[in-house]
């Protein structure tokens, strides 16, 4: 596997997942679903920084962005206080 093929296979396995990039740490929990061995990639590039600069690089990953609704919250009525009266006699 070339190291172009494997950046390919590491950003397609990104947009999959819908994210831009990940840790080393969440990439190797994936285990055996990662295309790619960590220490493979960080072999041929020498570090997991440069993995993630090439893969930006070279075949950007675009996630959609999922915009919120926004919720008005009303405030909360305020309750009645009813004063006592007093009757003199």
Not at 8 to 27: G, H, I, P, Q, R
Not at 52 to 80: C, D, G, Q, T, W
Request: glycine share 2%; proline share 6%; charged share 35%.
């Amino acid at each position: 596997m070339t190291k172009n093929m494997m950046i390919k296979a590491v950003s397609d396995f990104f947009a999959e997942n819908k994210v831009e990039n990940m840790d080393l740490a969440t990439y190797k929990s994936y285990g055996s679903d990662a295309p790619v061995k960590d220490y493979m990639l960080r072999r041929h590039f020498g570090s997991w920084n440069r993995v993630l600069s090439v893969v930006k690089n070279r075949y950007p990953v675009e996630v959609p962005v999922v915009e919120e609704k926004v919720v008005e919250k009303k405030a909360a009525p305020k309750p009645k206080v009813e004063k006592e009266v007093k009757d003199v006699e």
